[in-house]
């Protein structure tokens, strides 16, 4: 991850989140019993194209340098998503989309803080430029700010 970049991982919905319960964060657990097709993301391809992936059973949607959603999967159903914000971008409408998507399909988004995240752009807004990597890339590009 670039230090411009804010990550997100997504999990189905229906699930009784606790970042207390999982101290380790292993995304991949929440997928267990949920059998969703890696097909169903091909609707994020208008605002973020699908990119050439250095792995088999890894979908881009973006690019992996700035906005991009990705989409780990065996046998063609989901075992994590994990999404990224370049937050150097104008990147409203691709976090606009991406908000409304998971919002219809019943996911949750969890911010780098293991916090549940509302789909409000205003509230992702603010938790990005509240992370520790929107400071220090202010910092590195804005010298005496």
């Not at 979908?59 to 700035?66: A, F, H, L, M, P």
């Not at 937050?87 to 803080?113: A, P």
Request: proline share 3%.
């Amino acid at each position: 991850m670039a230090l411009w970049q804010y990550a997100f991982i997504v999990i189905p919905g229906g699930i009784d989140y606790s970042n207390e319960l999982e101290l380790q964060f292993d995304e991949d657990v929440f997928w267990v019993n949920h059998l969703v097709h890696i097909s169903l993301f091909d609707e994020l391809e208008e605002a973020l194209p699908k990119a050439k992936s250095w792995n088999k059973d890894l979908i881009i949607y973006g690019t992996e340098t700035s906005n991009c959603f990705e989409v780990l999967g065996e046998s063609n159903y989901v075992e994590s998503i994990s999404f990224r914000i370049d937050f150097t971008s104008n990147y409203e409408k691709v976090l606009n989309v991406v908000l409304e998507f998971l919002q219809l399909n019943n996911f949750l988004l969890i911010g780098e803080d293991k916090n549940l995240l509302p789909f409000n752009y205003l509230q992702v807004k603010a938790t990005i430029e509240s992370s520790p990597q929107f400071a220090r890339y202010k910092k590195l590009s804005h010298p005496g700010f």
